[in-house]
T-cell receptor, first 111, second 119 residues
Framework: DQQVKQNSPSLSVQEGRISILNCDYT??????FLWYKKYPAEGPTFLIS?????DKNEDGRFTVFLNKSAKHLSLHIVPSQPGDSAVYFC??????????FGKGTKLSVKP | ETGVTQTPRHLVMGMTNKKSLKCEQH?????MYWYKQSAKKPLELMFV???????ENNSVPSRFSPECPNSSHLFLHLHTLQPEDSALYLC??????????????????FGNGTRLTVT
């Protein structure tokens, strides 16, 4: 059973608009959440994270929101750029600190 | 070189072959990981090494055998693999800070992976 779910396998957005990527988790013991970005033929790279003591973390065009009661987090990218086109993985840190990943959402930003 | 380097980038092997994947990190981290990424599946954690000691083996078949000779190098030895083992194998490293319940890991730094095809 998946503990971290990204229910949208793909998302297409127009350049300049907002991209919203969603992630749900089932384990209430998770206390640290991360987003990774992956280009083809490259490994995932860390993008942004949030601790469970916060509900929002912002870094430039990227903002992560955490709703603990709903066990839901989202990544907002605004404005979206063509270079943001990649696969985005949500990950949660379990009790022993190891990361549990979602299946990823492929974002396409069209010029 | 900086970051996490994996070799080879691509590997094709028969089911009776023995091969090894290599990973090297230049970040001064003290924890290293092997992950497997199969099509349409989440990244699956295979092994974790912390301070060169294996701390986790996620029910991985014995045909995969990891080795961590020092904190900068990690190997994955492969033998008698099956076609369903074809996947992208990713190495990662992180810095583990603290001990026990108060420990935490910095975000993982991944290599670019080895694309393995078993024929």
């Amino acid at each position: 059973d998946q503990q971290v779910k990204q229910n949208s396998p793909s998302l297409s957005v127009q350049e300049g608009r907002i991209s919203i990527l969603n992630c749900d988790y089932t384990n209430s013991m998770f206390d640290y959440f991360l987003w990774y970005k992956k280009y083809p033929a490259e490994g995932p790279t860390f993008l942004i994270s949030i601790s469970s003591i916060k509900d929002k973390n912002e870094d430039g065009r990227f903002t992560v929101f955490l709703n603990k009661s709903a066990k839901h987090l989202s990544l907002h990218i605004v404005p979206s750029q063509p270079g943001d086109s990649a696969v985005y993985f949500c990950a949660a840190s379990g009790p022993r600190g190891n990361l549990i990943f979602g299946k990823g959402t492929k974002l396409s930003v069209k010029p | 070189e900086t970051g996490v380097t994996q070799t080879p980038r691509h590997l094709v092997m028969g089911m009776t072959n023995k091969k090894s994947l290599k990973c090297e990190q230049h970040l001064g981290h003290n924890a290293m990981y092997w992950y497997k990424q199969s099509a349409k599946k989440p990244l699956e954690l295979m092994f974790v090494y912390s301070l060169e000691e294996r701390v986790e083996n996620n029910s991985v078949p014995s045909r995969f055998s990891p080795e961590c000779p020092n904190s900068s190098h990690l190997f994955l030895h492969l033998h008698t693999l099956q076609p369903e083992d074809s996947a992208l194998y990713l190495c990662a490293s992180s810095q583990e800070v603290g001990q026990g319940l108060s420990s935490y890991n910095s975000p993982l730094h991944f290599g670019n992976g080895t694309r393995l095809t078993v024929t």
